[in-house]
């Protein structure tokens, strides 16, 4: 059978990142920051079979002339995050550094 497939999708995406960074230039080094990221997704898609309507006849009230499938989609997904990493150089061959991030994501 032949059969028309319809997809239609909208994805809007912000992200941000700031980020504080020290010299470099000592033996104390660090880096921190913040994270954000939103994105919205909504989605159409549908498919058609020519002769469908015919098929069935009358018994389907209120239906898209010949649509065999539809899935409707909206999502929505958000992310933020603290991190930080500081590190010393005890010496030109020995140094040490520590980091954590925390994190939230919503779906």
Do not use: M
């Not at 999708?9 to 954000?36: H, P």
């Not at 069935?56 to 002339?65: K, M, P």
């Not at 992310?79 to 919503?106: K, W």
């Amino acid at each position: 059978f032949t059969a028309l497939t319809k997809d239609t999708t909208d994805q809007d995406t912000f992200t941000q990142e700031i980020r504080l960074v020290s010299k470099g230039d000592d033996a104390l080094n660090w880096i921190a920051g913040v994270y954000y990221s939103k994105q919205e997704i909504s989605s159409d898609d549908r498919e058609y079979t020519p002769g469908l309507t015919e098929f069935w006849g009358d018994e389907i009230d209120n239906i898209e002339q010949d649509l065999e499938y539809i899935a409707l989609t909206n999502a929505t997904s958000k992310e933020s995050a603290l991190f930080g990493e500081v590190g010393y150089a005890f010496s030109d061959d020995f140094n040490i550094t520590v980091g954590a991030r925390f994190y939230r994501y919503d779906v």
